[in-house]
């Protein structure tokens, strides 16, 4: 947004600037009106004081272990590899400087919002259409790549969640700090927002997703609640607070966060039936085999039990049927200093492979 605007005028008198709307307060709590953030290119020093002070900007993404990411994946010039989870682009950056000249890199994302925003902003930063290409497809439909990238990749990273971009926007309906429509979904041209969801549901039904997808101790009677309240819940703060009157019960610890941390698990576990998230992680961890290169590396980043058990499990079993030569043993986390700049990444697991076979 720029500061000012000239009116159009079709009178003949002198145009008239329009003031930059205002927002009540010296700190704005609304998205739309977080114009400095939004903004980074002109208000770069705003935007790296708010960095520095451990909060990711408004509208971007920080990258979560990147080099720890670059360390196992071991990009070379010439190389070519998948992005298979562009979001804001950050680590696709990092990929790019490390296999040009000659390489290529595919950016793929379901988002159809984030990823022209994304592309953009590569291209100004000088990643031409022979160094990137951008597609918007789902991970899990890689396969559809190998043509184009005759046959096989050197590496693939994926990073499963959310994004910073969709948690901050109301209007995406990712967060339960803001009011916006109850949506959740990443694609938010298919498939049925979380409220329409909630309202075909069994109670029984809601219980299983709680538990199933976010471990929430709590989801019997989060259901049950929800359940009864399906037909009149359609914005995120109208199903946080129906969360916070379902657990009157909570009396031990830190009554506030431990129903915070139902909350977030609530969202979360809708967010990943409302995109089928678990099925579609399944389908690209069975085509990660088909896709890489012979000795080949896979770098997977998760959020949760349910992502790193599958993650886990895949690579155990890839490793003993031979088709793994190798996976990491230990789960690589973010560092203490990482953790305090960037508190999103506090949950996050690192997991790595590599394929089996000779090189070509």
Request: hydrophobic fraction near 35%; charge should be neutral.
């Amino acid at each position: 947004m720029q500061d000012s605007e000239t009116s159009q005028n079709t009178g003949g008198e002198a145009p008239q600037k329009k003031r930059r709307l205002r927002y009540s307060g010296t700190h704005p709590r609304r998205f739309e009106e977080k114009y400095k953030e939004l903004n980074r290119e002109k208000y770069a020093q705003d935007v790296e004081k708010i960095i520095q002070s451990g909060k990711t900007p408004a509208g971007s993404h920080r990258p979560i272990c990147v080099q720890e990411i670059l360390e196992v994946l071991d990009p070379k010039p010439g190389q070519k590899g998948v992005d298979a989870t562009l979001g804001y682009g950050g680590h696709a950056a990092e990929l790019l400087k490390r296999i040009l000249p000659g390489g290529r890199l595919w950016g793929i994302d379901v988002d159809p919002i984030e990823i022209v925003r994304t592309e953009a902003r590569l291209r100004g930063m000088g990643f031409a259409e022979d160094a990137l290409v951008v597609r918007r497809i789902n991970f899990a439909g890689i396969p559809k790549l190998l043509a184009a990238a005759s046959g096989g990749f050197d590496f693939i990273l994926a990073d499963l969640g959310v994004s910073s971009m969709q948690l901050d926007d109301p209007s995406r309906g990712f967060t339960y700090k803001v009011e916006g429509p109850l949506d959740l979904r990443l694609n938010p041209t298919r498939g049925q927002p979380a409220s329409i969801l909630i309202r075909s549901l069994a109670e029984k039904e809601l219980e299983e997703i709680l538990w199933a997808h976010s471990d929430e101790p709590h989801a019997r009677a989060i259901a049950k609640a929800i359940y009864k309240n399906r037909g009149s819940i359609s914005t995120t703060t109208e199903l946080a607070d129906i969360v916070r009157d379902a657990l009157p019960m909570i009396s031990e610890g830190d009554l506030e966060e431990d129903i915070t941390r139902s909350i977030r698990r609530t969202f979360q576990a809708l967010r990943i039936a409302v995109n089928d998230e678990f099925s579609a992680l399944d389908q690209f961890l069975r085509n990660l085999p088909f896709c890489l290169k012979a000795q080949g590396r896979v770098a997977i980043l998760t959020f949760h039990s349910g992502e790193d058990e599958r993650v886990v499990r895949s690579f155990t079993e890839g490793v003993e049927a031979g088709i793994f030569s190798e996976m990491g043993q230990e789960p690589i986390r973010p560092s203490p200093q990482e953790k305090y700049d960037n508190p999103r990444s506090k949950s996050a697991i690192l997991r790595w492979a590599k394929l089996a076979g000779a090189s070509r």
